[in-house]
């Protein structure tokens, strides 16, 4: 599929599916995560990959925090990355955001909070079973 042609799918699963464009910009994540990872990266798909999820990411991202299941997968990702700190999915978070410093860091420390409460909610829900 051409990289317009998802952008456009995108924006249209977006209004009418939310949960289904959310998938969509996690897989494509996903997949930029392959391109990063791979032994010889292609710097050209790498670009292209980012560009992608820019178009489809920043439009939302534009109006602060949207109650949106897109924007929270893609929110959710990137956090993730910021813990890894790989130099790499720093380097493609930053073209597809082009977010502040402020910004990553309250993307990073919010990832935290959300996998502190999620390990919180599988405690009491195990305890409950004992």
Do not use: H
Request: some cysteine.
């Amino acid at each position: 599929m051409i990289d317009s042609n998802v952008v456009t799918l995108f924006e249209d699963l977006k209004t009418r599916y939310p949960m289904a464009a959310a998938g969509l910009i996690e897989q494509l994540c996903a997949n930029l995560s392959k391109l990063l990872e791979s032994n010889e990266p292609d710097e050209n798909a790498i670009a292209s990959a980012c560009e992608t999820i820019a178009e489809c990411f920043r439009p939302m991202d534009r109006t602060g925090f949207p109650d949106s299941y897109p924007w929270d997968a893609a929110y959710a990702i990137f956090g993730r990355w910021l813990m890894r700190g790989l130099p790499p999915y720093i380097n493609a978070l930053n073209k597809i955001t082009e977010w502040s410093e402020d910004q990553t860091t309250r993307c990073r420390s919010r990832y935290i909070q959300m996998v502190r409460a999620n390990c919180d909610d599988w405690n009491r829900a195990c305890e409950m079973l004992d």
